[in-house]
């Protein structure tokens, strides 16, 4: 449907013409790549990376000093429950960037190159945080064994 010109200048009134039948634009719409997801998709892949990426950062750098530190076990604990709790929203995150992504018209050849972009960074999200979210599964607590089954801090004094 399209407004044509008013019928008399002053009336305010507008003619509707039916020049393309409802299924037809209702294709159209449905065919057409939503740009709204496409933001939606980059800026939600964008955060989520970015919190994965500084949650490895502080898996790697500040877990060790917690953990040989012996501070507050209670404190090392929740350190580490709450990076874990970060890589599985920050994994969440990246599954919603894809698909936002894939919906915005990331598939299509003709356009959607902002949708793509957000599902690959929603894909490289997804696989930044599966990794953290292994690592966190294969040594959560805060006094991991290493070998012949003596804790960190035995190694360490030797």
């Known amino acids: 449907m399209r407004a044509e010109r008013p019928d008399s200048v002053g009336a ?3 003619h509707w013409s039916m020049t393309e039948s409802v299924s037809e634009s209702v294709l159209e719409a449905e065919e057409r790549p ?7 998709a980059v800026s939600v892949a964008a955060v989520s990376f970015a919190l994965a990426v500084l949650t490895w950062l502080a898996w790697l750098l500040v877990r060790p ?3 040989v530190s012996g501070v ?3 404190v090392a604990e929740v350190f580490v429950l709450v990076l874990g709790a970060l890589w599985f929203a920050a994994l969440l995150a990246g599954v919603l960037a894809m698909v936002l992504g894939l919906l915005g018209g990331g598939r299509r050849r003709t356009g959607g190159e902002l949708a793509r972009t957000g599902a690959l960074l929603g894909g490289l999200t997804v696989v930044v945080a599966l990794a953290g979210t292994v690592a966190f599964t294969v040594s959560p607590g805060p006094s991991p064994m ?3 089954g003596r804790p960190l801090n035995s190694i360490i004094r030797e």
């Open 146 to 148: 290493y070998p012949a």
């Open 72 to 74: 507050y076990p209670i």
């Open 65 to 67: 000093r917690l953990l």
């Open 34 to 40: 939503s740009r709204g997801l496409a933001v939606g």
């Open 12 to 14: 305010g009134c507008y």
